[in-house]
T-cell receptor, first 113, second 114 residues
Framework: LAKTTQPISMDSYEGQEVNITCSHN???????ITWYQQFPSQGPRFIIQ???TKVTNEVASLFIPADRKSSTLSLPRVSLSDTAVYYC??????????????FGTGTKLQVIP | NAGVMQNPRHLVRRRGQEARLRCSPM?????VYWYRQLPEEGLKFMVY????????ESGMPKERFSAEFPKEGPSILRIQQVVRGDSAAYFC????????????FGEGSRLTVL
């Protein structure tokens, strides 16, 4: 199972770009990298998923280097409402599910006015 | 299109009682996952079910915990003879029949054991 390591917490001011890096040194060939966001007292919500290079959607960008041993979630111009816990997951969700994927403790992002 | 529905949102039980948590997946989804989250911790996988089948229960405690996903009706996570350590948020997630792609989570059920 690919284990992930990410910072426990980060602080950022409103309007700044935030980059959260996740290490996954033993990522397998079929594994995808997925990021979720969780607000207090709510269930996690999917943000973005990628396999290699760069993926962008309306919420975030995901940068994955060629060796895929790490990935960086980039949140442009954060606002107070982006204060949440961000989880990096690595797993082969295409071959039967998330049962072997562990969320870990995530990165607690605090956006400061 | 309703999302994943969990109920009850909050449940209080005394030690030794039973807790039943229900989860209705999104329409068209046939894969259900249950996770447990202790305060200030991440989500821990408990069990993965498809209709009428338990696919993987490697994250479930061996005793007192059980889960089902019947042909009709919601998935149920059952905790018998609850203890204080069972107090946590229990999240259910569902995914499409292929099992691929993102998980859709419910709002969670918060169990408090007195």
């Amino acid at each position: 199972l690919a284990k992930t390591t990410q910072p426990i917490s980060m602080d950022s001011y409103e309007g700044q770009e935030v980059n959260i890096t996740c290490s996954h040194n033993n990522i397998a060939t079929n594994d995808y990298i997925t990021w979720y966001q969780q607000f207090p007292s709510q269930g996690p919500r999917f943000i973005i998923q990628g396999y290699k290079t760069k993926v962008t959607n309306e919420v975030a960008s995901l940068f994955i280097p060629a060796d895929r041993k790490s990935s960086t979630l980039s949140l442009p111009r954060v606002s107070l409402s982006d204060t949440a816990v961000y989880y990096c997951l690595v797993g082969d969700s295409n071959s039967g599910g998330y049962q072997k994927v562990t969320f870990g403790t995530g990165t607690k992002l605090q956006v400061i006015p | 299109n309703a999302g994943v529905m969990q109920n009850p949102r909050h449940l209080v039980r005394r030690r030794g009682q039973e807790a039943r948590l229900r989860c209705s997946p999104m329409k068209g989804h046939s894969h259900v996952y249950w996770y447990r989250q202790l305060p200030e911790e991440g989500l821990k996988f408990m069990v993965y079910l498809q209709k009428e089948n338990i696919i993987d229960e490697s994250g479930m405690p061996k005793e007192r915990f059980s889960a089902e996903f019947p042909k009709e009706g919601p998935s149920i996570l059952r905790i018998q003879q609850v203890v204080r350590g069972d107090s946590a948020a229990y999240f259910c997630a569902s995914s499409p029949p292929s099992g691929a792609g993102e998980l859709f989570f419910g709002e969670g059920s918060r169990l408090t054991v007195l």
